[in-house]
């Protein structure tokens, strides 16, 4: 079974430039995750999405963040403009959200650096 | 809030000695609590968890068991080896976090032949 997939897997760009990163959870899994990762520390959630809704997006920087979930599988992070403060790793998850115990399992991450 | 503690790293031991890495919580509810490890330049992998009260999570030599009266999930191995060389992370996620999991710092673990 293929496993969460996440594209590109390391970008470098300038202050002030978009970016975006991509994800396809494993099949079948209705429940997706964004997770931010800072150098040194345990990730932290920006969104999760139920199939197509963001369930909860409350840590989600909205000014220059926003994300999508079409169609209720892949899923799109944006940043536009991105900041310095922005440089870390950005982690999919996903889940078969059947229960309050259900297990995240991570893709590899993009490794965002802004320049 | 909710939140994990770990124990502060690196770590550093000899092949074939025993690991301990201290885990501590403070949650509303009853949440699961969860080890993932993360290998130099990949991303996360579930290493282990356990759902409720007593429960003890094993896999590849490892284990933790969720004590609900220390409010504790430590995670222990008997003998480690240089191919064990990651960062862990002990997680907790119920119903009261919104089905998200809140991670501990991480510690860093190197293991010399």
């Known amino acids: 079974e293929a496993g969460v997939v996440q594209s590109p897997r390391y970008k470098i760009i300038e202050k002030k430039q978009p970016v975006a990163f991509w994800c396809n959870p494993i099949s079948g899994h209705n429940t997706l995750y964004w997770y931010r990762q800072n150098l040194g520390q345990g990730p932290e959630l920006l969104i999760r999405y139920e199939n197509e809704e963001a369930v909860d997006d409350s840590q989600l920087p909205k000014d220059r963040f926003s994300a999508e979930r079409l169609k209720g599988v892949d899923s799109t992070l944006k940043i536009q403009p991105a900041e310095l403060g922005d440089s870390a790793v950005y982690l999919c998850?996903?889940?078969?959200?059947?229960?309050?115990?259900?297990?995240?399992?991570f893709g590899p991450g993009t490794r965002l650096t802004v320049l | 809030g909710d939140s994990v503690t770990q124990m502060e790293g690196p770590v550093t031991l000899s092949e074939e000695a025993c690991l301990t890495i201290n885990c501590t919580y403070t949650a509303t509810g009853y949440p699961s609590l969860f080890w993932y490890v993360q290998y130099p330049g990949e991303g996360l992998q579930l290493l282990l968890k356990?759902?409720?009260?007593?429960d003890k999570g094993s896999n590849k030599g490892f284990e933790a068991t969720y004590r609900k009266e220390t409010t504790s999930f430590h995670l222990e191995k008997g003998s480690v080896q240089v191919s064990d060389s990651a960062v862990y992370f002990c997680a907790l996620s119920g119903y009261n976090q919104g089905g998200k999991l809140i991670f501990g710092q991480g510690t860093e673990l190197s293991v010399k032949p």
């Open positions: 998850a996903s889940s078969f959200r059947d229960s309050n115990t259900d297990t995240q399992y």
């Open positions: 356990a759902t409720k009260a007593d």
